[in-house]
């Protein structure tokens, strides 16, 4: 009998080394080489997709209208970028109990209640058929028509596919799936990469669209190779505060549309709700001007969001003081305090800097500056800021407000809230005059201060 080889492949990148090291060669990560039997059987699992299609001109290619399929959950399309793709793979990603399996399967009832119903498959590989029948009985859905599927082995699973003959097909999870031609156990490397080969590859010749839901590690990243998101066309990630009620799918990665879409939904007893006005969920409503609080305007994909800033600035009494921020980056932080002490003369270095923004959301774009300096002011100082006013732009090291993409968009729906007063970049200063608002359109820091205080 012949001698069995091994490798070693890595789990964070995918990438395979002939001997154990303590580093990937490859992505220079530690401890994540894990052990594999390569496999002697050779398979030609690609041969219905082995004749060649011939060199072609790009402009001689016919491209063809995408037909997108709504799921019946607006916040849901939006992410995916209008909807569900023939042949399109999706990878959902988000913490264990967030919600991932009840959107689906609500998306799973809507598609087959419409008009022209969806033939639907849920293969569940962490689930009994009878916890989710009673999942949604409690949710009160529609699942009729929903052909459901206990089982994680592969070979059984595509040939269920290939009978039912789906349109959808959920695989939840594709971590609990293993393929009877590979001897290592299910959730490995090689495993989760092969399976999720296969099922792509029948996906794009049957023109499937086919859901994966995935674990995250600790660090809040998609368990499994690197090379899985590679291989789908949509990752998207499931986000929420365990205290909190809401929950966010954001798109990382998108072939049929945008990417940093959010949707944003609400957990109810009776699943997801959508949250058709989310700029509410991250502003504080104060019956009078507080200090320390700021209204900006960040923009997520192409969804404008409304979020407030509030920031503590107390005397320090240590020997080192703090700087702490929620949402935002902390390196961005101390970035911002010393421009404001070099061009701004507000000495911050003896007070302990606290910053937050509201209702849990996660700001990434530098569009946030100007309103996260003119909090910290309005707390130094004690001096509160108008809740009717808004304030974005993005502070450089020189002291000068840098004008943002999209500002128009952001004007507009400050002033579909109801917002009276903006302080922007000049050169995000409207061409046309916006109803019931003034602008004021400044160049430094320093300018904005005194507009503000």
């Not at 929903?146 to 695989?171: G, P, T």
């Not at 799936?177 to 099922?199: H, I």
């Not at 909090?375 to 004008?403: H, M, Y």
Request: glycine fraction near 8%.
């Amino acid at each position: 009998m012949a001698k069995s080889k091994v490798a070693y492949h890595c789990s964070e990148c995918g990438g395979q080394s002939t001997k154990w090291q303590g580093q990937c060669p490859h992505c220079f990560a530690w401890n994540t080489l894990e052990e594999e039997i390569i496999e002697t059987k050779s398979t030609n699992r690609f041969s219905s997709i082995t004749k060649s299609s011939g060199l072609q001109k790009l402009n001689e290619v016919e491209a063809e209208i995408i037909n997108k399929t709504s799921t019946g959950l607006k916040e849901f399309d939006r992410v995916l970028g209008g909807g569900l793709v023939n042949g399109a793979v999706i990878l959902l990603g988000g913490d264990p109990g967030i919600g991932k399996s009840t959107i689906l399967l609500q998306a799973l009832a809507k598609l087959t209640s419409q008009a022209e119903p969806v033939n639907v498959l849920y293969v569940s590989g962490e689930e009994s058929a009878q916890q989710i029948a009673l999942r949604s009985r409690r949710l009160e859905l529609e699942v009729s028509d929903i052909a459901i599927l206990s089982e994680i082995n592969l070979e059984k699973i595509i040939a269920s596919i290939e009978k039912h003959h789906s349109n959808v097909v959920v695989i939840d999870s594709i971590q609990t799936v293993y393929s009877e031609e590979l001897s290592s156990a299910p959730g490995s490397v090689t495993q989760v990469r092969e399976c999720a080969a296969q099922l792509t590859r029948i996906a794009k010749q049957s023109n499937i669209t086919l859901l994966f839901v995935g674990h995250v590690t600790k660090e809040g990243t998609l368990a499994g190779p690197r090379v899985l998101e590679h291989i789908v066309d949509t990752v998207l990630y499931f986000e929420g505060d365990p205290n909190s009620s809401f929950r966010m799918i954001r798109a990382a990665k998108n072939r049929f549309g945008a990417v940093n879409e959010l949707g944003v939904f609400a957990m109810t007893e009776k699943g997801l709700k959508e949250v058709s006005n989310p700029s509410a969920l991250f502003l504080s409503h104060h019956h009078e001007n507080v200090s320390g609080s700021c209204i900006t305007v960040t923009q997520e994909g192409t969804r404008p969001l409304l979020v407030e800033i509030q920031a503590l600035v107390d005397t320090s009494h240590s020997s080192y003081a703090k700087r702490l921020s929620v949402g935002l980056e902390g390196n961005r932080l101390t970035l911002l305090l010393a421009t404001l002490h070099k061009h701004s003369g507000i000495v911050c270095y003896d007070q302990d800097v606290f910053v937050n923004a509201v209702g849990g959301v996660k700001i990434s774009e530098p569009g946030a500056d100007l309103a996260v300096l003119c909090a910290i002011v309005s707390s130094l100082k004690n001096k509160p800021i108008d809740q009717k006013t808004i304030i974005f732009g993005e502070v450089g090291l020189a002291g000068e407000v840098r004008p943002i993409q999209r500002g128009q968009e952001r004007l507009k729906e400050a002033a579909k809230l109801g917002f009276t007063h903006a302080i922007i970049p000049k050169g995000n200063k409207p061409k046309q005059f916006i109803d019931n608002m003034k602008i004021d359109a400044i160049e430094s820091l320093s300018q904005a201060l005194d507009k503000v205080f």
